[in-house]
């Protein structure tokens, strides 16, 4: 029976014994005993208590099994974000975890694009993603990776994979930063964004000055995700095999220095 797995799993979870959970319930250690060992049932009073101790819905009590979902969502519950609390339409995340329940960052490559913008709310497609974990990055966050592809956000390159963090809250979103974002008939954009969500909208801007701002309703918009950093395969400009070792490292810092400076006077456009 879930229920009596995700209410012990739950306590562990929070460090607590039989006893500190029963006395906070004003229940016998017993009672709360036999529902974690499945001896006995609870009552409508004993689960509305344990799903208010616990901050989670008796229907994600009862039907989702908590201890294969990962920590980034299991503090998303806790938090409030819980589709059977607020009784919405939110979704959850379709995501896939290591062996240690930590969240997998899931790689979606040039080649799965299409298939991410119909698959992306499909536990099982998004199983056969590629996956890979990434030491610096909060174990307590939901990241993925996505490969861009054309010059709009230059100075990042063609097929560079940019790695962002899900942004559950909308209103959450931040002018003048980057973001990718999956939407209905574009796919996958990646873009410096203007927050107008209270509008109903969010203006896009490419680094590129080549590509005009756009702007793309709420309506169209499935997926967000804060752009956390960028992999590129592409050397630096000016990289010379007779250069001294010295000078190429000045070089390429020089030419960093340039970018970041590119990327900053776009941002503060």
């Known amino acids: 029976m879930l229920f009596s797995t995700n209410i012990k799993f739950l306590r562990k979870r929070r460090s607590k014994t039989q006893d500190d959970v029963a006395t906070a319930l004003n229940m016998k250690r017993s ?3 036999g529902y974690e060992n499945e001896v006995s049932e609870p009552n409508i009073e004993a689960l509305i208590s344990l799903s208010k101790y616990f901050n989670i819905a008796i229907d994600t009590l009862i039907k989702v ?8 969502q299991l503090s998303q519950l806790e938090r409030g974000y819980d589709v059977h609390i607020k009784g919405s339409n939110i979704r959850v995340l379709a995501t896939t ?12 490559s040039e080649r799965a694009k299409a298939g991410y913008t119909t698959g992306y709310a499909d536990p099982e497609y998004i199983r056969i993603l590629p996956t890979f974990q990434l030491p610096f990055l909060s174990k307590e966050r939901k990241y993925r990776t996505f490969q861009i592809s054309g010059d709009s956000m230059l100075p990042i390159p063609d097929k560079s994979y940019v790695t962002g963090e899900y942004v559950l809250d909308w209103h959450d979103i931040r002018d003048r930063q980057a973001y ?3 939407t209905i008939d574009d796919g996958i954009v990646f873009k410096i964004v203007e927050n107008h969500i209270d509008k109903g909208y969010l203006k ?3 680094l590129n000055p080549v590509y005009r701002p756009f702007k793309i309703h709420v309506s169209e918009i499935k ?3 804060r752009f956390v950093h960028y992999i590129s395969s592409e050397m630096p400009e000016g990289m010379s095999m007779n250069m001294p070792r010295e000078q190429q490292l000045i070089d390429t810092i020089n030419d960093l220095k340039k970018q970041v400076r590119a990327i900053q006077m776009k941002l503060d456009l």
């Open 97 to 108: 975890i290591d062996s240690s329940n930590r969240e997998n960052i899931e790689l979606v």
């Open 223 to 225: 997926e967000v995700w």
């Open 180 to 182: 990718i974002i999956l």
């Open 31 to 33: 009672t709360l005993s």
């Open 204 to 206: 896009l801007h490419s």
């Open 65 to 72: 099994d908590l201890t294969q979902i990962g920590e980034f």
